[in-house]
């Protein structure tokens, strides 16, 4: 097994010489620090029509996990046109590459041609600034991708769903799709329920039983809706369109609510519940920076809410940042978070336990950066695989600082210690010490 690594500012070989694509490694899991490979994809480029420097392939990186897919994908991969005239344009589209558990192109489905902007109306009003892949997701039962384009029709911001399950699609079980919000055949800006300058589509995610136990809901974040940031529930509709349930706003002005989300089963009632980062919420007397809300679910009627749980992260420390559902880590029946505040001291994660209330709202655990040398730990995470077999699920914590620490969890043996000591009593009369080096 290994862990794949995004690289988004790595520099460029061969024919990329000089510029700085970003890159996608694999890193065995042993000891050895310096063992990380480069994944041999996108090598190429040609010049008359594109650009990759600054395009920050593996700026996100997902896995089907065992046998599945991988995807990663570079948002800021620019198209262009008349280069070197004055008239020249520069679209930046992003795209994605899929590739087999090989990390090979072994199928249709596996390349670089996951770039739904091409080919459509250019221009930051329409897909031109698309920015495709800013984030990006599997379903849980693997058959859709999910790719967030928040710069879409002038940063209204997009989600696309598509399916992905090629041995289904042989059988002709699925040919559904792709859908987006706008419609993927009307493309009708309009059917999207935010403002411009939303940026829906920069966070995404999906899960069952959060809109009705048995069905596929998707969730995508939109930091910069009505300044305060929203959180949009969808589902598919029969043809090309993704419809939007409920949306759920921030408290705060400029707080980046729905910068991260995550879904998990934290007070194991069975309904999904709902995790949300706005990792610039801010409070300066309670010298509070980033929060994260946690939704638990009403049995699905979102409309008659609860107040969500708030924890609150220190000043400046961009708490909240990445959220991620890590499994179960103690394996006690309820779905735990791992919370990253990259910016508290040389970044932090938090990991809160799920519970019968929803959350312990103290964390179970902190993991700093400090401690592993490494600075602005815990801006990206990934959980939820047990890398060592041991029935726990281990954890990943990514940084800006070219490292990744892995966390394999174990089961934690309390040991109540009874102590006996013979003889029950000292006689401090009695010199057996006597003689000894030391001893007076
Ligand atoms: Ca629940
Ligand atoms: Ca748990
Ligand atoms: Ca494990």
Known sequence: MR?????????????????RPGALFR??????EYDCERVDIDGDVSLDRESKDNQWLGVTVKSQGIGGKVVTCAHLYELRQRVSQPSETRDPIGRCYVLSEDLTERDDLDGGEWKFCEGRPQGHEQFGFCQQGLSVSFTPDNNYILFGAPGTYNWKGEMRVQLINQSLLDLGFYDDGPYEVADQRQLNARLIPLPYHSYLGFSVDS??????????????GAPRAN???AVVLLRKDN???????????????ASSFGYSVATTDLNRDGWT???????????RKAEIGGAVYVYLNPFGHWDDQARPIRLNGTYDSMFGMTVSSIGDLDQDGYGDIAVGAPFDGDGKVFIYRGSDAGIETKPAQVLDG???????????????LDVDKNQYPDLAVGSLNDSVVLFRSRPVIHVVRDLSI???NIDLEQRNCQGRDGVW
């Open 370 to 384: 400090r401690d592993f040398d490494v600075r602005r730990f815990g801006y990206s995470i990934s959980g939820g």
């Open 207 to 220: 899960a069952m039983g959060i809109m009705s136990l048995g069905e596929l809901t998707f969730v995508a």
């Open 3 to 19: 862990i794949l690594v995004g690289a988004p500012r790595a520099a460029g070989q061969g024919a990329q010489q000089g510029t």
């Open 239 to 253: 043809v090309y369109r993704l419809v939007p349930q409920h949306i759920f706003w921030g408290e705060e002005l």
């Open 422 to 424: 013979e003889p029950q």
């Open 27 to 32: 890193c065995p899991i042993t000891p050895e």
């Open 273 to 283: 519940d709902l995790i949300v980062g706005a990792p610039n919420f801010f409070d």
């Open 227 to 229: 300044h305060t940031g």
